[in-house]
């Protein structure tokens, strides 16, 4: 499988086969770490790490999985370039573009990291922005992998905020690899009607499904329910209205019993606002696959960029 050259902006621009792969290379050099082994795929690559939003993971992913191939990673954080400021987006694309061998992206537009990829001429990876989140979603299904096996067949439910970036691209991701997904969420935050459309042309050819519902009797079969803040970054001023429409939709022990199985598992992309969308007892019940599936997101990026980068 031959992804060099690729840019990584959100899962539509990859097929079913390509998502595997990385998932699977993502599972190879985990185990290689595990065992102390690590590469030289990135020797002599410099790498861009553009932030205009804090990170925990991303940051720390990005910059590990870089040193751990052999890569540089360069922090840029809002003070440090004129990114969009006193410099157009496509301008400073380019000057970086000559100076390193890959960017990382992580802040608002999703045109910012596309023109970013346009204008670059270097691989460009999305490390979140408004409208999606595909590394996250790598780290999922890997997650998702090593607890059951599998990714096609599951029921997987995502319960909250129905149109952020974590919605959408899971929805995207699952709809490719053969999951039942179902957005479970008020009618005011239900995804964008064109993406489930898109979604569900996907979910047809892979054998998955896609249904989106404020019915929580929905969560019934799940073998994974899934939930994230109920105010992305740069929605603070939301809460209060968002907390009262979201509050019968919070994870806990009555909506996980409602799946009706013993094995359902819970997931969070993380950071989570525990008594929010979750109760502390739900999240500290499953803190492990949580933290498994927050140091996936390591080795995922790791292997996005050794597949679009690497020697």
């Known amino acids: 499988m031959n992804l060099k050259g690729r840019s990584f902006l959100t899962l539509k621009d990859f097929t079913p086969e390509e998502i595997m792969y990385m998932v699977d290379l993502a599972a190879e050099l985990k185990a290689k770490k595990k065992q102390g082994i690590t590469g030289n ?39 440090d370039i004129q990114l969009g400021y006193k410099e157009s987006v496509e301008d400073t694309a380019r000057v970086l573009g000559r100076m390193f061998d890959g960017i990382e992206f992580r802040g608002f537009s999703q045109e910012t990291v596309e023109k970013l990829a346009k ?34 067949g599951l029921k997987l439910v995502f319960v909250g905020d129905g149109r952020n970036n ?14 039942d997904f179902v957005i479970l969420a008020p009618k005011s935050l239900w995804p964008e009607e064109e993406l489930v459309a898109l979604c569900r042309g996907y979910a047809k050819e892979s054998g998955g499904s896609v249904a989106v519902t404020d019915d929580l009797s929905a969560v019934e079969g799940a073998d994974a329910v899934y939930t994230d803040v109920w105010c992305s970054m740069g929605e603070e001023d939301k809460a209060a209205e968002r907390i009262a429409l979201l509050s019968p939709y919070q994870v806990n022990e009555e909506l996980l019993k409602r799946t009706g199985k013993e094995s359902t598992i819970f997931l969070h992309c993380l950071p989570a606002v525990k008594g929010k969308e979750v109760t502390e007892e739900i999240f500290e019940k499953y803190a492990d696959i949580v933290f498994d599936e927050a140091e996936n997101r390591m080795h995922t990026i790791k292997a996005v960029m050794v597949a679009t980068l690497g020697n």
């Not at 790498?47 to 751990?68: M, N, Q, V, W, Y």
């Not at 974590?166 to 999951?179: C, H, R």
Request: proline share 5%.
């Open 166 to 179: 974590m919605a959408n691209s899971l929805m995207i991701g699952s709809a490719k690899m053969g999951l």
């Open 41 to 79: 795929s990135l020797k002599g690559k410099n790498i861009a790490l553009i932030f205009e939003k804090p990170s925990t993971r991303t940051r720390c992913s990005f910059t590990i999985g870089c040193i751990d191939e052999g890569g540089h990673p360069e922090y840029l954080g809002r003070e």
């Open 119 to 152: 204008y670059s001429g270097v691989p460009v990876w999305n490390g979140l922005t408004d409208e999606y989140h595909p590394t996250q979603i790598l780290a999922d299904f890997l997650t998702l992998k090593e607890q059951f096996g599998r990714l096609g």
